[in-house]
């Protein structure tokens, strides 16, 4: 189980709900003339609702799969879902954003980029020409004036231009790129905590200025990286850096659009969504 009985979360919860029927009860039994053997009755009817209580938050908090937050004007949702499905993608009304690296490379080799990667798919199944992406992107006058780092003249294979993490490239009105990684000189992907909020928090500023009153939908950025400071944080974790990150830029999507999280199916079942809500929740005014 994702929570276990003696979580102090969940105890929390039982107690002061447990302290408010109790202090009726005590109120009750002080103030009217009850008969002895009722009080007991009543005692140990108290008992009987407390574990009731206890086992169906129990069992609620661990087949939690979903969440929905409210942070100011902006609402948020975390759930289960492919970014591709047809009821997402073919979407116009909703901003999907597929994560790439600091040189936005396009070369999917299964080296540069794997086939089986989200940013893979996607040039795979729906970019005719990428040779077309590649000089939209070098041509981009946003990432040229004001996230261009240097040129790698060195670098054997990929790209030579090195854009800041967290830069966003808009493909079309509701498809848009970022650079989320940096890269060694052997192609891998790697990320510091540090470099992780630093993209975030550009990521972020960028969305605010981009989205133009849509619904972003983003998946959770990081989780597959087995290089983000040695695989040390959690599925959770990394949702909870994603939270406050948003919550501390202040964005402000107001309704009806909304951030939208999607975790694939075995990612959704390591998310403790009682634990996520009781840390989230904190941060509200």
Not at 67 to 83: F, P, Q, T, Y
Not at 225 to 249: G, M, N, Q, S, V
Not at 251 to 258: D, G, V
Request: net charge positive.
């Amino acid at each position: 189980m994702k929570i276990g009985i003696f979580n102090s979360e969940l105890w929390k919860k039982i107690s002061a709900t447990g302290g408010w029927v109790f202090g009726f009860l005590g109120a009750l039994i002080s103030f009217i003339d009850i008969e002895e053997s009722i009080r007991v009755k009543m005692l140990c009817s108290f008992a009987g609702f407390m574990i009731i209580f206890f086992l169906f938050e129990l069992i609620k908090a661990n087949i939690l799969w979903k969440a929905k937050l409210n942070v100011g004007e902006s609402e948020i949702i975390i759930r289960k879902g492919d970014i591709f499905s047809n009821d997402i993608y073919e979407n116009k009304k909703l901003i999907k954003v597929f994560a790439f690296n600091e040189y936005f490379d396009t070369k999917v080799d299964d080296s540069v980029i794997s086939h089986g990667s989200l940013n893979g798919q996607f040039i795979d199944n729906h970019i005719n020409d990428v040779s077309s992406l590649d000089e939209a992107i070098g041509l981009d006058k946003r990432l040229l004036t004001r996230h261009k780092l240097e040129e790698n003249s060195t670098r054997e294979s990929g790209k030579k231009i090195k854009y800041e993490l967290g830069s966003i490239f808009k493909f079309s009105d509701d498809i848009f790129l970022t650079a989320l990684t940096h890269f060694d000189s052997k192609n891998r992907a790697y990320l510091s905590i540090q470099d992780y909020i630093k993209f975030l928090v550009n990521f972020w500023d960028e969305i605010d200025e981009l989205y133009a009153g849509k619904t972003v939908v983003i998946t959770l950025f990081g989780s597959g990286i087995t290089r983000l400071d040695h695989d040390r944080y959690t599925a959770t974790e990394i949702l909870d850096t994603i939270l406050w990150t948003f919550k501390l830029r202040r964005i402000k999507f107001k309704k009806p659009t909304k951030l939208v999280i999607l975790l694939d199916k075995d990612t959704n079942r390591q998310i403790n969504y009682f634990l996520l809500r009781s840390r989230f929740y904190g941060l509200q005014k």
